[in-house]
T-cell receptor, first 114, second 113 residues
Framework: KAGVTQTPRYLIKTRGQQVTLSCSPI?????VSWYQQTPGQGLQFLFE???????NKGNFPGRFSGRQFSNSRSEMNVSTLELGDSALYLC?????????????FGQGTRLTVV | GNSVTQMEGPVTLSEEAFLTINCTYT??????LFWYVQYPGEGLQLLLK?????DKGSNKGFEATYRKETTSFHLEKGSVQVSDSAVYFC????????????FGQGTRLTINP
């Protein structure tokens, strides 16, 4: 079956702009989580959506937002981009919200802010 | 709060050497524990997991045992291959609260032929 698909794979944006990243989870998966990966901070949790509702949120400013659609596809948006937002953004899908449920990751979107 | 600490990298070994990557965690209750692997240019892949104390996760020759008494989940492999070169992440999901993955900082492993 198809894996987690993230688009686009690469993005270059200018400071102050906004960006939208997309994630299509594995068919039948209802939970989508987003993570930011940087060399300095490692992998940090942004937020999780389950059945179109944001269930959990990490410690990021309000410039980072997201949503989930009825088909479980998710988007995250970053407004007023800063240089420090340059990172690999990873999306993970899970079948349900249980703690033991395996998370499947996409290949990520590499965002560069110049 | 919940946290994961991994041994500092990078780690460089020769092919067929024995591998250990140390991982310890801080969490209340009984978290689930995971090892993920990231190959160059790729996302994360689950390598193995353990969901309760004394469980042993294993996959592709890698093993890790959930040790509650030492709050550890060390990754081991008896004989590494060049294809094992990657970045390895130890992670947990807490028993209570937000069902998110909390990751260690990652350990870059390079295997030389």
């Amino acid at each position: 079956k198809a894996g987690v698909t993230q688009t686009p794979r690469y993005l270059i944006k200018t400071r102050g702009q906004q960006v939208t990243l997309s994630c299509s989870p594995i068919s039948g998966h209802r939970s989508v989580s987003w993570y930011q990966q940087t060399p300095g901070q490692g992998l940090q949790f942004l937020f999780e959506y389950f059945s179109e509702t944001q269930r959990n949120k990490g410690n990021f400013p309000g410039r980072f937002s997201g949503r989930q659609f009825s088909n479980s596809r998710s988007e995250m948006n970053v407004s007023t981009l800063e240089l420090g937002d340059s990172a690999l953004y990873l999306c993970a899908s899970r079948r349900d919200g249980g703690m033991n449920t395996e998370a499947f990751f996409g290949q990520g979107t590499r965002l560069t802010v110049v | 709060g919940n946290s994961v600490t991994q041994m500092e990298g990078p780690v460089t070994l020769s092919e067929e050497a024995f591998l250990t990557i140390n991982c310890t965690y801080t969490a209340t209750g009984y978290p689930s524990l995971f090892w993920y692997v990231q190959y160059p240019g790729e996302g994360l892949q689950l390598l193995l997991k353990a969901t309760k104390a004394d469980d042993k996760g294993s996959n592709k020759g890698f093993e890790a045992t959930y040790r509650k008494e030492t709050t550890s989940f060390h990754l081991e492999k008896g004989s590494v291959q060049v294809s094992d070169s990657a970045v390895y992440f130890c992670a947990l999901t807490p028993e209570w609260g937000a069902q998110k993955l909390v990751f260690g900082q990652g350990t870059r492993l390079t295997i030389n032929p």
